[in-house]
């Protein structure tokens, strides 16, 4: 079976392993890992120039509403928001000082830091917070689904350094959803109040420090940042490869990921981006929670995350991020065994049972992962018919219900909001598993501040196991390569590779 399974691994590899990018880093600690392609081991560093970042000039930089991911890696320098989200999924405040919250948590009052003025001199007062946010929830923004709870966002008639957020929903964990960039106006370079302004025309653009930032005990560690113009993939790889930029913002494991050659650190961090085993509870196999149960045992997620992920993924036992306060996983908690397995199907009586288990096709490491899940489960005496499909196929397949289970991936808000996943109305509850229980432990969980959810997020985590509605398998890592040797320090966090920037030294 060992033999087997490696020979099985080593196929499935083989076409991820063409998809470019670095050799596995450690995600168990943020200090860099050499992604130094074995291929390129003669060949001597490019030289690299100034701490120099990637811009594409002909679209805009508008925080919330830009969609090109290399311009919004620069946001950070320029805007900040209300809070910040950091790397164990937990709210600081940054731009707004205090908040106040209903007990129904409906009405949230907050009140912004004192002597903040946008880049341009504007002074930050609630009404400008409050249009900024006004923006984010309206169409073309790329927040207006997280923000879709929100019934309304003012200014308080008492102070103008204040602003009052409504919501349609109670949610005791706002901040952590308030890591919005906060920009002055829609232009393309809106006013921001972050330590860098863009400076320069078209063709010599750079990033200087501003006059009058907020955070003055914070030093710098360049005093200005060059933007190397760009205006595809290939002139981005091929100006990293040749050390005309110092760094780049990716996923190394996303469908038709970008590949990166040369000498470069890769400097990993947690996401909310979850891959797990979904199963058709309505008809079939799995109607069973004794079959969903010993279908958890198939689930090598550990492999999984380290190989065929190539470590940018952290294996998870809970639909919650292991950097996180939430998790704690049950005692005895379900784990790969395909001995177990293989018992528990005969003991079942499913042996010989069809199976038809459903992956995107457009995504290597999904369908390496998917065709693994399905050898062990063929090896435990189900039949199953692996069908890779397009997304939009996928996706009608799921909504009509015709399967039996299937690998899917959606990533969550910050405040790991589970309900569109697992309750009985959810959006993404595509196996439709309906449980009273489940729906009140959930709302109660959307109810309670980040302290107090450890009790009803470990009641619902119990339910999960006995249940099993889906099996968590991992969540994927973001990775930011940097020119080998050029900078030490990085901490970055999802939204922000630039976190902690005045821990930076730039070589």
């Not at 074995?38 to 925080?63: I, K, Q």
């Not at 009509?400 to 993404?428: I, R």
Request: hydrophobic share 40%; proline share 7%; net charge negative.
């Amino acid at each position: 079976m060992k033999k087997l399974l490696a020979v099985l691994l080593a196929a499935l590899l083989l076409p991820l392993s063409a998809c470019g990018g670095a050799p596995p880093a450690s995600v168990s600690s943020p200090s860099p890992v050499s992604s130094t392609d074995s291929s390129h081991e003669e060949v001597p560093p490019p030289r690299a120039a100034p701490l120099t970042l990637a811009v594409y000039p002909e679209f805009s930089l508008h925080p919330v509403l830009a969609g090109n991911r290399v311009n919004l890696t620069l946001a950070p320098l320029l805007y900040e928001g209300l809070f910040t989200v950091d790397d164990s999924f937990q709210a600081q405040p940054l731009l707004c000082q205090s908040y106040t919250v209903s007990e129904d948590k409906l009405s949230w009052t907050l009140t912004l830091r004192a002597g903040i003025t946008f880049s341009d001199g504007t002074p930050l007062t609630g009404q400008e917070a409050a249009d900024a946010l006004n923006l984010a929830r309206a169409p073309g923004s790329r927040y207006k689904a997280r923000l879709s709870d929100v019934a309304s966002i003012a200014v308080t008639e008492e102070r103008s350094d204040q602003l009052v957020i409504s919501l349609r929903r109670p949610n005791g964990s706002l901040p952590l959803l308030l890591d919005i960039p906060i920009a002055l106006g829609q232009e393309d370079h809106p006013a921001g109040t972050g330590p860098y302004v863009l400076s320069g025309a078209e063709g010599a653009l750079s990033l200087v420090p501003r006059d009058g930032w907020w955070q003055t005990d914070r030093a710098l560690p360049v005093q200005s940042i060059p933007l190397r113009a760009v205006d595809g993939s290939d002139e981005l790889i091929y100006a990293f490869d040749a050390g005309e930029i110092s760094l780049v913002d990716v996923d190394l494991t996303a469908t038709n990921a970008t590949g990166y050659g040369g000498n470069y650190q890769t400097w990993d961090y947690p996401t909310t981006d979850f891959l797990y085993l979904g199963f058709n509870t309505r008809k079939g196999v799995f109607r069973s929670a004794e079959a969903r149960r010993a279908a958890w045992l198939a689930v090598d997620r550990d492999t999984i995350a380290s190989t065929i992920y190539a470590n940018h993924a952290i294996s998870t036992l809970l639909p919650v991020h292991p950097a996180g306060e939430l998790y704690r996983p049950v005692e005895s908690p379900l784990t790969y065994n395909p001995e177990e397995l293989s018992g528990q199907v005969d003991l079942l009586r499913l042996r010989g049972s069809a199976l038809v288990f459903l992956v995107n096709s457009e995504n290597v490491a999904k369908t390496s992962a998917a065709q693994l899940i399905a050898y062990q489960l063929e090896a435990a005496g189900f039949a199953v018919e692996l069908k890779q499909l397009p997304f939009e196929h996928f996706t009608a397949a799921l909504t009509s219900g015709e399967f039996d289970l299937f690998l899917g991936e959606t990533a969550f808000t910050a405040d790991f909001d589970l309900a569109p996943l697992l309750s009985s109305a959810g959006a993404l509850n595509y196996g439709g598993w309906t449980d009273e229980t489940a729906d009140a432990l959930l709302a109660a969980m959307r109810l309670a501040a980040p302290g107090e959810k450890g009790v009803p997020a470990g009641e619902l985590f119990s339910l999960l196991s006995e249940q099993a509605p889906i099996v968590p398998i991992l969540f994927k890592n973001g990775s930011v390569l940097t020119q080998w040797g050029q900078l030490s320090g990085l901490n970055p966090a999802r939204g922000n590779v630039f976190y902690q920037l005045d821990n930076w030294t730039v070589s």
